[in-house]
């Protein structure tokens, strides 16, 4: 049975950082593209980040672009995001997700992801 379990999050200040993590139950993680995604209260579930499986490949949302960096580590089975400049707009609950794809591929799609995690709250206060 697959699991993806994420930790790390919390309240912080404007400006403040954050380093979520999400540790995979999947036997063959390094297959899969893993995606950080986020929900509001009242709004539809957003892409934040990808990464392919190799790591090789990322891609960032623009509200994020040059403030969080995604990574994995493949022996660990585990990815993250570490988020810097936090702002009250990025409060929501973190998602991590897994996708099973093609080396080098990266998705903003929810819908091409396989697994989800729970979630992790993030409160970024103003």
């Known amino acids: 049975q697959v699991q993806l379990v994420e930790s790390g999050g919390g309240l912080v200040p404007t400006g403040g950082s954050l380093r979520l993590s999400c540790a995979a139950s999947i036997r063959t993680f390094s297959n ?3 995606g950080w995604f986020r929900q509001a209260p009242g709004k539809e579930r957003e ?3 990808a990464i392919s499986s190799s790591g090789g490949g990322t891609d960032y949302a623009d509200s994020v672009k040059g ?3 995604i990574s994995r580590d493949n022996a660990k089975k ?3 995001l570490q988020m810097n400049s936090l702002k009250p707009e990025d ?3 973190y998602f991590c997700a897994a996708a099973a794809v093609s080396l080098g591929y990266t998705s903003r ?3 091409r992801y396989d697994y989800w995690g729970q979630g992790t709250q993030v409160t970024v206060s103003s």
Request: proline share 0%; hydrophobic share 55%.
């Open 47 to 49: 892409f934040v980040a």
């Open 78 to 80: 585990s990815v993250y």
């Open 67 to 69: 403030r969080f960096t």
């Open 109 to 111: 799609r929810v819908s």
């Open 91 to 93: 409060t929501a609950v």
């Open 32 to 34: 899969y593209a893993m």
